[in-house]
Structures are given as structure tokens and as C-alpha cells.
């Protein structure tokens, strides 16, 4: 998603500029600080969520333990260990073959949730961001 359409989309509450390249991440209006997406290049690459209050789809969200994940993508999980922590990255791959693409992360220390992302390989991905 182009940061025109994110900001159309999110009715002009999208403080990204329109065509910068390179990486940053914008706060997201309501939620400063908790819920930011991450502009690669002018494009939305993915959306990182602190908030407890926010939650995915299937509900999960900040604070739920590893098991709780588990759950609600069962054969769907892949465990890796934290770069930096004793925790874990929950890596949730999609079920629908036209979405290979993407991927929803969750970050944890080692029992419950304290962040996760959604969005594109491979910006998804990046254990630092933009850094």
C-alpha cells in the first residue's frame, strides 16, 4: 500500500510524506508511540503493534502467552529464538498460497507477548527495523 492510499485509508491521519525513499517508521494517529507502521521506499511494509488494546484478527495480542498462539494458528507457527533475548520470534505464515508474501511475527520473552508485526518479507522481518 503506497502512503497516498494508507493515508486516504485512514482518513488523512498518516503523517508519512508521500514518495520518501529510504525507511521510516510513523506513528499512527490515536495510538502514538504503540502502533506504528513502517514506510520502506513510499510503501506501508508493515505495521508494528505495542498496544494490548490492539489485536489481530484472530484476537490475539500483546500479553497473550506463546500457547495462546499457538491456538489460534495451530500448524501454522514456526519458532525461532530472540536475537537479543531468551525470548522468541513466533513467525505465523499465512494459509492462503497467494499471500506467501507476508507474514505476522510475534515477539516474546520466552512466555508472553510483548509485541508483533504484520506485513511484507522482507521488511517483516527485520529484527531492527530501519535500522
Known sequence: MSVVEARAALGGEFAAPDSAAGCAHVALAGVAGRVLAMVVDGRVARIEVKDT???????????????????????????QPHKYTNGHYLIVTPEAPADTANR???????????????????????VEGCS
Open 53 to 79: 488494546a490492539v489485536a489481530t484478527a484472530t484476537g490475539a495480542r500483546v500479553g497473550d502467552s506463546e500457547a495462546r498462539i499457538d491456538s489460534l494458528y495451530p500448524g501454522r507457527v514456526q519458532e
Open 104 to 126: 505476522l511475527i510475534f515477539e516474546t520473552d520466552g512466555r508472553n507477548v510483548l509485541e508483533y508485526r504484520a506485513g511484507l518479507l522482507p521488511a517483516v522481518a527485520w
